[in-house]
């Protein structure tokens, strides 16, 4: 069973820094190739998605988060970050984590954390 933890959300002023953290337990990072992925949802809102990154380190991100935002992955440690800088108050949401595992082609198992809360104050 492959369960997922966030941490890292908090109270931050605008213009300043988060960094959220998933950590997955289980062996999802030895399946073939694993798209790892960061969603942000407000309330009355559809979830949205934020960054992503592939097995092989191609990313993806927003548009609205484009040159503030990182995501990057440490496999040894079975875990995925989300460097958030020059946040705005836009950027409140709950953040969640996904993992999608494959195998080639086929959708192994869809994973998700809990989610974790992100507030910019002005």
């Known amino acids: 069973q492959v369960q997922l933890v966030e941490s890292g959300g908090g109270l931050v002023q605008a213009g300043g820094s988060l960094r959220l953290s998933c950590t997955a337990s289980?062996?999802?990072?030895?399946?073939?190739?694993?798209?790892w992925g960061w969603y942000r949802q407000t309330p009355g809102a559809q979830r949205e998605l934020v960054a992503a990154?592939?097995?092989?380190?191609?990313?993806n991100y927003a548009d609205s988060v484009k040159g503030r935002f990182t995501i990057s992955r440490d496999n040894d440690k079975n875990t995925v970050y989300l460097q958030m800088n020059m946040l705005k108050l836009e950027d409140t949401a709950v953040y969640s984590c996904?993992?999608?595992?494959?195998?080639?082609?086929?959708?192994?198992?869809?994973?998700w954390g809990q989610g974790t809360q992100v507030t910019v104050s002005s």
């Open positions: 996904n993992a999608k595992a494959f195998m080639s082609t086929i959708l192994l198992g869809d994973y």
């Open positions: 289980g062996n999802i990072f030895n399946i073939e190739s694993t798209r």
């Open positions: 990154i592939t097995s092989g380190g191609i990313t």
